[in-house]
């Protein structure tokens, strides 16, 4: 062998390495990008999942509030008229009266809101998501705190006092200390 057969065979082996080099880099790329498709896909189910139990959700609380609402309003109508007799009047009574007892104890407006605000703010995020204007993090972000949001029983728990209950409040607090 000569010198140049010498040089022609270690270009050949060398390109063939590379080559070898090239496929393996781009099989680890195709398995990371692969690896990261699934991720986006579980996510997203997630997502997806999450939002179609806050519908559900947020249809039955509707329905709750607006049925034991109506119920209450005309059975105290009934209970108010000479129309029925005074048996009929009292059960309607009693009906109506529990009947804002559940509305007031179970407050569904309260958690249909609730359900609301998480709902408009995760199916934002997965749109921007989804379009490639945002992140995953950004999406695990949003979907903690929609979560979070929804499982408060109320948005605001404690409200400021205003006007002179503040002054009073402040008052309190410095004696208090």
Known sequence: ?????????QIASI????????????????RKLVAEVKRHHLLLERVNVRLR?????WVGCM??????????VALSAFAATSLIGELARQRCSLVAAVCVALLGFVRPETRFKNVVRAWRRLDAERTRFVTGFGSAEALLTVLEASERDVTEDEYIANPVPSGKRAKVAALADKLLD
């Open 15 to 30: 390109a063939a390495i590379t080559q070898d080099d090239e496929d393996i880099e781009g099989a680890l790329r195709d």
């Open 1 to 9: 062998m000569n010198r140049g057969e010498l040089q022609l065979d």
């Open 53 to 57: 139990i806050w519908n559900k959700v």
């Open 63 to 72: 329905l709750l509030y607006f049925s034991l609402g109506a119920t209450s």
